[in-house]
Structures are given as C-alpha cells and as structure tokens.
C-alpha cells in the first residue's frame, strides 16, 4: 500500500515536470516567432547592428534558435507523457536519456 502511495506521487511529480517543460516550450517557440516577425521594431534593434551595412549575423538566427529549441522541449516532454500515462520504463528511460 504504502509503496503504491509513493509510486503515485512519482508519477504525480513527473507530469508536473512535464508540463513545466511543455510550456516552456511552447512558450519558446512563441517568443521565436514573435522576435523573427517584430525584429525591425525592437528598440534595442540598433545596438546589434555591427555596421550601417550589414547586421550581425548571430542576432538573425536568435529567432530561429529559440523555435528549433522550443520544439525539442515540446517533443521531449509529449513523449515524457506519453511515457508516464502508459508506465513504460523503456520509454521514460529513451526519454530520461535525450534530457
């Protein structure tokens, strides 16, 4: 009884992270696509710029990073979920792996 108590509070535990991760994530991906389309209109737009000619190329691709990087949060916490709802310890140790 008391093994099957603490074995539910793990789970309970391990979807709150998952959820966290979840919405970071998305939260990730929203700020990516946010900052690729409202890039010329950041305030601090001017300060990145390397010359007149030509801004930094780092700076470009921020956008692109924080979406790819969201994504992975995304997938790696649906499959960490998909993981805990069916108890497959191969499947949460794939995804303990990738993290």
Request: charged share 10%; hydrophobic share 60%.
């Amino acid at each position: 009884m008391l093994l099957r108590i603490i074995n539910c509070r793990f789970i309970i535990i391990i979807i709150y992270f998952i959820v966290v991760l979840q919405i970071g994530g998305w939260a990730l991906i929203a700020c990516g696509i946010w900052l690729h389309v409202r890039r010329e209109s950041l305030p601090l737009w001017p300060l990145f710029i390397d010359n007149q000619t030509r801004p930094i190329v780092v700076v470009e691709q921020v956008p692109v990073a924080l979406v790819v990087l969201g994504l992975i949060f995304a997938i790696m916490s649906f499959l960490g979920c998909c993981g805990t709802c069916v108890d497959s310890v191969c499947f949460l140790g794939f995804v303990s792996s990738l993290v």
